[in-house]
């Protein structure tokens, strides 16, 4: 079946505009999250969602950054007044229930996103 | 959040055995050790997860000690498309569900 899809692949835009990055889970699954790469870094945890609700946002880094999953499946992950630090992969992941330890999260290719 | 030691890098032959060794001396009763890979330009895809008893799948091994401070995700046959950044995490058990990930362990198959 398909994957964990994300668009753009790559946005490249101009320091302190705003931007959107979709993510679109697998069909069925319940939990969502997102994260940041920077280069040479591991994943870094952003937000997680349980149906429609962000059940734990703490790694949001400020107020710039927020994200929705309206309808529990689509989420959308918003950056305002961007800043060239913001530049990194965004990957949204996605896993089948409702969060356990034994959760296997699948990941997306990523977004992209470069702040000039 | 329990968090994980590995190396830096390893390199292995091609068509022999990659040992990735991972520490995490202080994890919980009721966390899972995984272990995801990343290769080059694409998002992590995750491989195993056990929690005390030793695992197998398709694509690996998973060891881990008696006290499971430790792991060893072992790739019996590693070929070039093997060559990625290899994570080993410890999922958080409670408050939360988010995945810390470290480093990773660079891997180098070499023909």
């Known amino acids: 079946g398909a994957g964990v899809s994300q668009t753009p692949s790559n946005k490249v835009t101009e320091k302190g505009k705003y931007v959107e990055l979709r993510c679109d889970p697998i069909?069925?699954?319940?939990?969502l999250y997102w994260y940041r790469q920077s280069l040479g870094q591991g994943p870094e945890f952003l937000i997680y969602?349980?149906?429609?609700?962000?059940?734990?946002d703490s790694g949001l880094p400020n107020d710039r950054f927020f994200a929705v999953r309206p309808e529990g499946s689509v989420s959308t992950l918003k950056i305002q007044r961007t800043e060239r630090g913001d530049s990194a992969v965004y990957l949204c992941?996605?896993?089948?229930?409702?969060?356990?330890?034994?959760?296997?999260?699948?990941f997306g290719p990523g977004t992209r996103l470069t702040v000039l | 959040d329990a968090k994980t030691t590995q190396p830096t890098s390893m390199d292995c032959a091609e068509g022999r055995a990659a040992n990735l060794p991972c520490n995490h001396s202080?994890?919980?009763?009721?966390?899972?050790v995984y272990w995801y890979r990343q290769i080059h330009s694409q998002g992590p895809q995750y491989i195993i997860h056990?929690?005390?008893n030793n695992e197998t799948n398709e694509m690996a091994s998973l060891i881990i000690t008696e006290d499971r401070k430790s792991s060893t995700l072992i790739l019996p046959h590693a070929t070039l498309r093997d060559t990625a950044v290899y994570y080993c995490?410890?999922?958080?058990?409670?408050?939360?569900?988010?995945?810390?990930f470290g480093a990773g362990t660079r891997l180098f198959v070499k023909a």
């Open positions: 992941a996605s896993s089948p229930t409702t969060g356990s330890s034994t959760d296997t999260q699948y």
């Open positions: 056990g929690l005390k």
């Open positions: 969602f349980q149906g429609t609700g962000a059940a734990d």
């Open positions: 995490i410890v999922r958080v058990g409670t408050g939360g569900f988010k995945t810390i």
């Open positions: 202080t994890i919980s009763g009721n966390e899972y």
């Open positions: 069909s069925g699954h319940t939990a």
